[in-house]
């Protein structure tokens, strides 16, 4: 079965400095691999996504992600910390479903916090 | 500016009641989904639907029940059998269903509690 893990509950960074947020995946075949982040109270919002080709995947507000087969893992990066980033990332990878149906199966989130 | 709506923010249920969640989409997407959000969890899929008039069981969907009569809506039902309803529940819909690589839109989500 698919599955994804973030092995960090919260990440601590100082403004400015660069961040990463860690993501490891379990798949059969080729995996499609997604970031989402959600601010409190509100629902998730896409950020980036790697499907093929690069192995580094650009995304919204100056976000990018590193995809590593060997390692299966998908990192999500950043070079400067805002104090606005500050908020719950989830990691995600298709799964297909009963039917042929595509599903998303979610971590359990990293809680980031950056302080000024 | 296309979306999804859910209603209402803040539902409250009593014992024995069952509550209904409203989603609806105006991003012609062709599918759709519920997610419940625990703390330090992530999101567990409840049910998804990816046509009309047709949806599937997610991972934990005893306790609750769906419809999916039009293409914009897929309300979600809250039974009283579910016996731990408190959660934050979102709605997702995504483009065509078959090997789609497309991401998933999300609602702002409802928020239930028990009285």
């Known amino acids: 079965a698919q599955s994804v893990a973030q092995p960090e509950d919260q990440v601590n960074v100082a403004e400015g400095n660069p961040l990463t947020v860690k993501c490891t995946y379990s798949v059969s075949g080729n995996p499609y691999l997604f970031w989402y982040v959600q601010y409190p109270n509100r629902g998730l919002q896409f950020l980036l996504k790697?499907?093929?080709?690069?192995?580094l995947v650009k995304g919204s507000y100056g976000f990018e992600a590193e995809f590593n087969k060997s390692q299966t893992s998908f990192h999500l990066k950043k070079p400067s910390a805002l104090v606005s980033d500050s908020a719950l990332y989830f990691c995600a990878v298709r799964d297909i479903a009963a039917g042929g149906y595509n599903k998303l199966i979610f971590g359990a989130g990293t809680r980031l916090a950056v302080h000024p | 500016d296309g979306g999804i709506t859910q209603s209402p923010k803040y539902l409250f249920r009593k014992e024995g009641q069952n509550v209904t969640l409203s989603c609806e989409q105006n991003l012609n997407h062709d599918a759709m989904y519920w997610y419940r959000q625990d703390p330090g969890q992530g999101l567990r899929l409840i049910y998804y639907s990816q046509i009309v008039n047709d949806f599937q069981k997610g991972d934990i969907a005893e306790g609750y029940s769906v419809s999916r009569e039009k293409k914009e809506s897929f309300p979600l039902t809250v039974t009283s059998a579910q016996k731990n309803p408190t959660a934050f529940y979102l709605c997702?819909?995504?483009?065509?269903?078959?090997?789609?690589?497309?991401?998933?839109?999300f609602g702002d989500g409802t928020r239930l509690s028990i009285l």
């Open positions: 790697y499907i093929t080709g690069d192995n």
């Open positions: 997702a819909s995504s483009m065509p269903r078959q090997g789609s690589n497309q991401p998933q839109h």
